[in-house]
């Protein structure tokens, strides 16, 4: 695409000309599309349907992973599903309203994603460095972590209802557009946009992370200096770690993964932006350019696959998903109630022994 921002990204850039488009390019731009949409459809709804299957059972970790895959799916349905219908027409074929709308929730999507994210690793937070705050919490109606978290997305996203709009770009040519003050308005709302979306959940992200491997690795120093003292060999480093479960630890590894694949898929996007607004110079042309912002939707295809890998059962799962009793299909990652009220025990015995 000529503007590349206009198609690929959520982002628009000013423009009063009709430039030419480089069909090769938008060759690939529909074929990259094309396949992530395709995988990230499947894989989101396959997982989708087993976790609502079993909603009755559904612990903390599965409610996060459930709501992870909804964002997902906004991600697939209205981010990259409008964009493929972009690049194939070269033209937003749709009325105002319809404009504002898809640019609206194209941007809930990326809000949504990364705050899912964060709100699951401050539970997993939570659960490992409070675990009798979490222990005493009773089961509420509403997960309110969740809440806020869609909150924060459908709140969020509202600016662009008014930033987007039908503009004539060209005589008789009229395009999804926005027009910002120049020469720093392009520049502003880029900025703010990756720090509200990329980098402040990163930096949150990053600081829980800290926070519980410190957390575990105290609670290893205690408990393996406790058995020393009372004679007792130790089974396992995992198992030992002060009520932390091999399958508690699971769930913490999984977490770090799935924020390792949102900083692979999302960085290069991100500095790709910034890149092409603080630069003038940019090769915003370039097709190495272009594919790299694409790639981050790929984003929308890694969290179920990291899901169903983690619970041990990966193809299992899958081929599942195509059979109507599923029952003994059970996912390993640990109901929350069990494994909570283990840590609970353990850190108030290693307290009374202190």
């Known amino acids: 695409m000529s503007f590349f921002t206009s198609n690929i990204t959520n982002f628009t850039m000013e423009s009063t000309t009709d430039t030419p488009r480089d069909k090769s390019l938008a060759q690939v731009e529909i074929a990259v599309l094309s396949i992530i949409f395709l995988c990230a459809a499947v894989l989101n709804f396959g997982l989708l349907l087993v976790l609502w299957r079993r909603r009755k059972q559904m612990s903390r970790m599965r409610v996060f992973v459930f709501h992870l895959c909804l964002a997902d799916l906004v991600v697939t349905f209205f981010q990259v599903c409008p964009q493929l219908m972009w690049d194939i027409t070269d033209r937003f074929m749709g009325p105002d309203v319809l404009c ?18 964060v709100v699951m690793t401050i539970d997993r937070y939570q659960a490992i460095c409070n675990p009798m705050v979490t222990f005493q919490r009773r089961r509420a109606r509403w997960n309110v972590p969740v809440c806020i978290a869609w909150g924060i997305s459908l ?10 709009s ?6 008789g040519v009229f395009e999804c557009w926005a027009d910002f003050i120049r020469p720093w308005g392009l520049k502003t709302y880029i900025t703010w946009t990756t720090l509200v979306v990329f980098v402040f959940p990163i930096l949150t992200v990053v600081v829980c992370q800290v926070r519980i491997c410190r957390t575990i690795q105290i609670n290893l120093y205690m408990k393996t200096h406790q058995d020393v003292q009372d004679g007792i060999e130790l089974p396992s480093r995992a198992s030992s770690v002060a009520g932390l479960s091999k399958a508690r630890i ?25 890149w092409s607004v603080w630069d003038e110079s940019a090769p915003t042309e370039n097709a190495v350019f272009t594919v790299l912002m694409l790639l981050a939707s790929l984003n929308s295809c890694a969290n179920p696959c990291i899901y169903l890998l983690f619970s041990g059962k990966f193809p299992k799962s899958i081929i599942a998903l ?3 009793n599923h029952g003994s299909a059970n996912e390993s990652l640990p109901d929350e109630a069990t494994v909570v009220s283990s840590m609970y025990m353990s850190l108030k015995s290693l307290s009374d022994s202190r």
């Open 100 to 117: 504002r709308l898809v640019k609206y929730l194209q941007v809930v999507g990326m809000f949504a994603s990364p705050y899912m994210i």
């Open 250 to 274: 699971k769930t913490v590894k999984m977490t770090v993964v799935i924020v390792l694949a949102y900083i692979l898929c999302w960085s290069p996007f991100f500095t790709v932006q910034l």
């Open 166 to 171: 039908q503009v004539e770009i060209a005589p």
């Open 155 to 164: 709140i969020g996203s509202l600016p662009q209802i008014f930033i987007f």
């Open 322 to 324: 195509l059979c109507v």
